[in-house]
């Protein structure tokens, strides 16, 4: 059906960055909503920011400045630029899209990339 896979993540120390990336592949007509997602040991998940198909952004307080959505919809990929990390901002990422297939409209979830802040 649909498949998304996450990359990018990694170690990095206070400050750095990382880009992240996701792919969408398979069966897909359309993509909506495209959202970053993100999960702390112990924690809920927690929305991190999100694109519409038009290309309008929204983030989270605790992101806001450091971080940036972006999206290729020619390419099916949504990105994340992630800017003057914090050691709080460790958490298994996700994406997620809202998608239109032959088997209507759902929401998938990709796997998840492990973003490790720490010196």
């Known amino acids: 059906q649909v498949q998304l896979v996450e990359s990018g993540g990694g170690l990095v120390q206070p400050g750095g960055s990382l880009r992240l990336s996701c792919v969408a592949s398979g069966s897909i007509f359309s993509i909506y909503d495209m959202n970053w997602y993100r999960q702390a040991p112990g924690k809920e998940r927690e929305v991190v920011a999100t694109?519409?198909?038009?290309?309008?952004?929204s983030y989270a307080d605790f992101v806001k400045g450091r971080f940036t959505i972006s999206r290729d919809n020619a390419k099916n990929t949504v990105y994340l630029q992630m800017n003057s990390l914090k050691p709080e901002d460790t958490a298994v990422y996700y994406c997620?899209?809202?998608?239109?297939?032959?088997?209507?409209?759902?929401?998938?979830w990709g796997q998840g990339t492990q973003v490790t802040v720490s010196s």
């Open positions: 694109i519409n198909s038009a290309g309008t952004t």
């Open positions: 997620k899209a809202g998608i239109k297939n032959r088997f209507g409209d759902r929401n998938y």
